[in-house]
């Protein structure tokens, strides 16, 4: 069997900006709820049988006590932030089991049913549903992809190290080095892409980097302000590497066949029809 990990709030956010407007009888926006739902129902027809959806319950998570420039809710569109909730509930209602994260987000919620789908034998391949780069130090081999909905493209372990010039393993480490600013916090100054492949490429994982530089495999003109930068900022490139790294540790299902769609709940039926009631009120926001 495959099963396959929905990144819930990445496909909200991307149909909210791809998906004309609507409104229900209420007044809410339901656009995005809609066109996520029709998405997945799309998936299930299509053939998926093991499927659930993680969301972001609240934005915030441990990581905000870590760092206080890690990313929150503050700026998120209200019409967008209020399809949080209805997604959980139209979904559930779907009979598609939905993660929804408090004290974690929704990425380690995908990371912690990957590592645990892979566990039982009778999975052949776990597919994770999401672009997000920090995702990608999930994937092994191909057991454990990772699917870009939009585009199509299936992203194996090859395809990790042909993006980022390391191996999955060393995902936390390289982020840690250059930074995620969609997650809020910047890296190490001076380090990039390239300066960060090719030092883990060789040595892996941040702790194992040492400080004699001559064997870094890096320009030696900049050498040396790498290692001074790294040396001077590891207890934060190690707290970033934190920040980076996914739990795996949350106890989301204890047996596979939980996963396993059976159909809609009984009051689907009336959530479903709120929805396709909704009325178109102006265009797709996508630029």
């Avoid at 969301?55 to 503050?74: A, C, M, Q």
């Avoid at 100054?189 to 060789?202: D, E, I, Q, T, Y």
């Amino acid at each position: 069997m495959q099963v396959h990990l929905i990144d819930g709030t990445y496909e909200l956010f991307r149909h909210y900006f791809a998906v004309p407007s609507a409104r229900d009888s209420s007044g809410q926006e339901v656009g995005a709820v809609r066109g996520v739902l029709r998405s997945v129902l799309g998936m299930l027809s299509g053939g998926a049988t093991h499927v659930a959806v993680a969301t972001d319950h609240v934005i915030e998570s441990f990581r905000n006590d870590l760092w206080p420039g890690y990313k929150t809710g503050e700026g998120i569109d209200p019409d967008l932030f209020s399809q949080f909730p209805l997604l959980e509930q139209v979904l559930t209602a779907a009979g598609v089991v939905v993660w929804p994260m408090v004290e974690f987000e929704a990425d380690d919620a995908l990371a912690a049913g990957a590592m645990l789908a892979a566990r039982d034998a009778r999975v052949e391949q776990v597919i994770i549903c999401t672009p997000d780069k920090d995702l990608s130090q999930c994937v092994s081999g191909n057991r454990i992809v990772q699917l870009n909905r939009r585009t199509r493209v299936v992203r194996d372990e090859a395809g990790v190290v042909a993006k980022f010039g390391v191996a999955p393993r060393s995902i936390p480490d390289y982020l840690a080095l250059v930074g995620d600013t969609a997650d809020g916090y910047p890296g190490l100054p001076g380090w990039g892409p390239k300066s960060a492949a090719a030092v883990l490429a060789k040595f892996i994982h941040l702790e194992a980097i040492p400080p004699d530089h001559g064997d870094w495999h890096v320009d030696a003109s900049n050498a040396g302000n790498l290692a001074a930068t790294l040396r001077h900022e590891y207890e934060r490139a190690m707290l970033f590497k934190t920040l980076a790294t996914l739990r795996t540790d949350i106890p989301l299902f204890s047996n596979v066949d939980e996963l396993e769609w059976t159909g809609p709940k009984p009051e689907f039926t009336e959530l479903a029809a709120r929805l396709e009631a909704a009325v178109t009120v102006k265009p797709s926001k996508e630029k």
